[in-house]
């Protein structure tokens, strides 16, 4: 594992250019929008989310796993592997990666399937998971060569700790920008951007949100390219504004519907 940020795959390899994300995208982009298939993204992050949070892991697992999940698509078309196969198989790979422990292959299937007919019954209907372990692990395999064996995945979190303290410990700034983080995770800048200045747009963000006025002086003081933070604030603030005005548990099924799928579908 590398020792820095700066020195590891993650800098080196998952750095991505913007143009090159919209290039490797234009396969599935003449089939959706652009908000299309952020919505779809943003559903399968959820997927993820709930997963996770159904198999207790912390949220630097879910992170990783989510993260997981965009470098694949980054690469790939959703017509390579359905999303809703990858996404359980980032969370079985990240949470041995995370060093949180293997999950059983029967608990991951459960978990699953209760997820899938629980949680999101609004998109799938009555349908089941359709997925068994032989196909995770197959999954696996696949997303392991695509992600070129890169799997340490460095997050905003500890960088946004640090900065915190750095201010003054403030529990209510923290909250905020925690959360912020987590939702920055639904967006493209985790493959844009590194974590420090995610953490510091989080930061930004979280300030206006509570009217801290105070602590410009301390954001003037960062030696970091401010053009980028504006971008990263942006990318966040456009996943808000778009919240507004969506409906998830309506317009998911269509959504999905369009959406490009694998072919041939996996034997049941």
């Avoid at 143009?19 to 396969?27: E, G, K, P, S, T």
């Avoid at 372990?133 to 997303?143: G, M, R, S």
């Avoid at 105070?214 to 942006?234: G, H, S, T």
């Avoid at 778009?242 to 409906?247: A, F, L």
Wanted: one cysteine or more; a neutral charge.
């Amino acid at each position: 594992m590398a020792g820095n940020f700066w020195q590891s795959s993650h800098h080196q390899q998952w750095m991505l250019d913007k143009q090159d994300l919209i290039r490797d995208r234009q396969h599935d982009l003449n089939i959706l929008s652009e908000e299309e298939y952020q919505k779809i993204f943003n559903f399968f992050a959820s997927i993820i989310q709930v997963l996770g949070e159904q198999l207790k892991l912390r949220q630097q697992v879910i992170a990783t796993a989510t993260v997981y999940f965009k470098r694949f698509y980054a690469r790939n078309s959703l017509m390579c592997i359905d999303p809703l196969l990858l996404a359980p198989t980032c969370v079985f790979l990240a949470s041995k990666v995370e060093e949180f422990g293997v999950i059983s292959n029967s608990r991951l299937i459960t978990t699953c399937q209760t997820v899938i007919k629980n949680k999101f019954s609004y998109a799938y209907g009555q349908q089941e998971f359709p997925y068994r372990t032989t196909h995770i692990l197959e999954c696996e395999f696949y997303l392991l060569e695509n992600l070129d064996c890169c799997l340490i995945v460095y997050q905003p979190y500890r960088p946004l700790l640090l900065f915190v303290q750095d201010i003054g410990q403030d529990d209510q700034l923290l909250t905020y920008a925690w959360r912020i983080v987590n939702d920055s995770l639904r967006t493209d800048v985790s493959l844009l951007y590194p974590p420090y200045q995610i953490a510091i747009g989080a930061l930004h963000i979280a300030c206006v949100m509570l009217g801290k006025e105070n602590l410009k002086p301390w954001f003037a003081e960062l030696n970091v390219d401010m053009d980028k933070i504006q971008e990263i604030v942006r990318s966040i603030i456009n996943l808000y504004e778009m919240w507004k005005s969506y409906d998830e548990k309506k317009e998911i099924q269509q959504l999905l519907a369009k959406m490009p799928k694998p072919k041939p579908a996996p034997q049941r």
